[in-house]
């Protein structure tokens, strides 16, 4: 149902709580519960709250499969409708039903930046995603794709965090459905009747359409990492950016290595209005990372995700030294981002 007036008045009121205490934006996860349940007109609404506050409206879409582009259309009408910036989390095509749409939803993005709405997007460069067991069930990825996912086979999805069973860790779900001798949708069920906090890593997206949507100018680079993941995180919590960097800039030269650097650096903090973050300016945080372009690489695989990147060589975190000579220093000195006035 859609919210009462109390409700409305108590959700806007912690959002403005938010803003004012320094937050970027409002987001949603409308792929998840209890998100999933929201209707177009209940988020517009809300999202006005963020308007005086010049605020960024961030979405994890309510479909990355057969309707990807019918929810890029309601992603960039709540930004219209609240009058606020759009960004677009984790642009992808799941499902190989769907493999080769990323054309059409880069072209939508670049159409509704020329009518001067202000969206961009962005990606992790890799064709596995990672998602709670319980998501990709209810989105009936195993079942004909009928949810937001698309169609995946469970030889395509690897069990990353099962805190209950961690024996299933790193295990494909098909191999699972061996085991037990059900197939793959009543698998899931009977793992997650035994731990609903399973979180999978889940290969549902193709290489061509990665490429596609990373030459886009208006996509960002960002890892969507989980760092409390378990045994067997999904390999982008230690090697999106160099991956970014070593494979797509300077072996497939994709695109140029200054243009990798201003996606994870000088574009995401100006979508963000982070004022005093991107860019190596006199005045600004010191935030730098000093790498060997010949050299950098992901090392992290999904067989063993746990392994830090060739070719990092200095990180300075607000003036400090995080990373020297490729080794880290103990310093804890990161702190709270807030949106720039």
Not at 148 to 174: C, F, N, Q, R
Not at 244 to 262: D, F, H, N, P, Q
Request: aromatic share 6%; charged share 20%.
């Amino acid at each position: 149902r859609l919210p009462n007036q109390n409700e409305y008045d108590e959700m806007k009121g912690w959002i403005k709580e938010g803003m004012e205490a320094g937050a970027v934006g409002f987001s949603t996860g409308l792929i998840y519960e209890p998100g999933r349940y929201s209707s177009t007109d209940e988020i517009i609404e809300l999202t006005k709250v963020i308007s005086p506050y010049n605020g960024i409206y961030s979405s994890h879409m309510r479909n990355e499969g057969n309707n990807l582009l019918l929810s890029i259309e309601e992603t960039i009408k709540i930004g219209q409708g609240a009058d606020t910036s759009i960004e677009i989390s984790h642009h992808k095509v799941s499902g190989k039903d769907n493999w080769g749409l990323s054309e059409k939803s880069t072209g939508m993005i670049n159409d509704s930046r020329n009518m001067g709405i202000n969206v961009h997007s962005d990606q992790y460069p890799y064709i596995a995603g990672q998602s709670a067991l319980f998501a990709i069930h209810q989105n009936n990825a195993f079942n004909e794709g009928e949810g937001g996912l698309g169609t995946v086979s469970g030889d395509k999805v690897i069990i990353a965090h099962a805190p209950i069973m961690p024996e299933y860790e790193g295990k494909k779900l098909s191999d699972i459905c061996d085991d037990f001798d059900l197939p793959e949708q009543q698998t899931a069920e009977k793992i997650l009747s035994q731990d609903p906090h399973v979180l999978a890593i889940i290969e549902s997206m193709c290489e061509e359409d990665l490429i596609t949507i990373l030459s886009n100018p208006h996509t960002m680079i960002g890892s969507d990492g989980v760092p409390a993941s378990g045994a067997n995180p999904h390999p982008r919590l230690y090697g999106c950016f160099p991956r970014v960097l070593g494979k797509y800039a300077r072996e497939e030269k994709i695109i140029s290595m200054e243009t990798a650097i201003y996606k994870m650096t000088g574009l995401p903090a100006k979508k963000f209005n982070l004022n005093d973050r991107g860019t190596i300016e006199i005045g600004k945080a010191a935030d730098l990372v000093v790498f060997n372009p010949d050299t950098v690489i992901d090392l992290a695989t999904y067989e063993n995700p746990r392994v830090y990147p060739e070719g990092i060589v200095h990180v300075i975190v607000n003036g400090t030294f995080v990373v020297n000579n490729s080794k880290h220093t103990g310093s804890r000195v990161g702190k709270i981002i807030k949106r720039s006035s």
